[in-house]
């Protein structure tokens, strides 16, 4: 089954830098990868997706990318703010739906 | 998006008994909904894979006859956990995906807190 890595385990950055996190997943199957911001004891809401087809995507201050040679991919957040601090999740699935997640970044925003 | 609802949000059980836990799509028709559970400050693992009109597909490690899943139409999926243990307790968290809309963007429902005392 799918298996995805996902680092770091936490991250701070000053306000206004960027933040970077990463993944990688071991099924060459996979072909669909979400990336999740939850706040403490919410459920998880997307904020960007990639598809397998797709090598890089962006939507104003967030940016995923996707190198499918070498099963990783990437979450971009630049100009960060402090509402952006939150646990966020990458994701990858098959064909069949199944998410698996990875164990999550903790980022933490100071002004 | 699409609107997936759980019910209930919280709940306090005493151990021993069973509490189940309802995910209905609102908005749209959902053949496959997933059961993830989460414990605190842990990644959501999923549990299993729910499917209208026949039996659920459980992850490894997860026990069949402790949750029990029923998928009865295309817009309720629910959870059971029977017998509820205190390690059972736990944020439990289904979710969907609009079957007219092929593998896109799974919706989340709110979660449940299951507290067994």
């Known amino acids: 089954g799918e298996n995805v890595e996902q680092h770091p385990s936490t991250l701070s950055v000053q306000e206004g830098d960027s933040a970077v996190i990463k993944c990688t997943y071991s099924?060459?199957?996979?072909?669909?990868f979400p990336w999740y911001k939850q706040e403490l004891g919410k459920r998880p809401q997307l904020i960007i997706d990639?598809?397998?087809?797709?090598g890089e995507k962006k939507d104003q201050r967030i940016a995923v990318t996707l190198n499918k040679t070498a099963k990783h991919f990437s979450l971009h957040i630049t100009e960060t703010q402090p509402e952006d601090s939150a646990v966020y999740f990458c994701?990858?699935?098959?064909?069949?739906?199944?998410?698996?997640f990875g164990a999550g970044t903790q980022v933490v925003v100071t002004p | 998006g699409a609107v997936v609802s759980q019910h209930p949000s919280r709940v306090i059980c005493k151990s021993g008994t069973s509490v189940k836990i309802e995910c209905r799509s609102l908005?749209?028709?959902?053949?496959?909904m997933f059961w993830y559970r989460q414990f605190p400050k842990q990644s959501l693992m999923l549990m299993a894979t729910s499917n209208e009109g026949s039996k659920a597909t459980y992850e490894q490690g997860v026990e069949k006859d402790k949750f029990l899943i029923n998928h009865a139409s295309l817009t309720l999926s629910t959870l059971t956990v029977t017998s509820a243990h205190p390690e059972d307790s736990s944020f439990y968290i289904c979710?969907?995906?609009?079957?007219?809309?092929?593998?896109?963007?799974?919706?989340f429902g709110q979660g449940t807190r299951l507290t067994v005392v």
């Open positions: 990639i598809r397998s087809n797709v």
């Open positions: 908005d749209f028709q959902a053949t496959t």
């Open positions: 979710s969907a995906r609009d079957i007219g809309q092929g593998n896109t963007e799974a919706f």
């Open positions: 099924d060459s199957a996979s072909n669909y």
């Open positions: 994701a990858a699935t098959d064909s069949w739906g199944k998410l698996q």
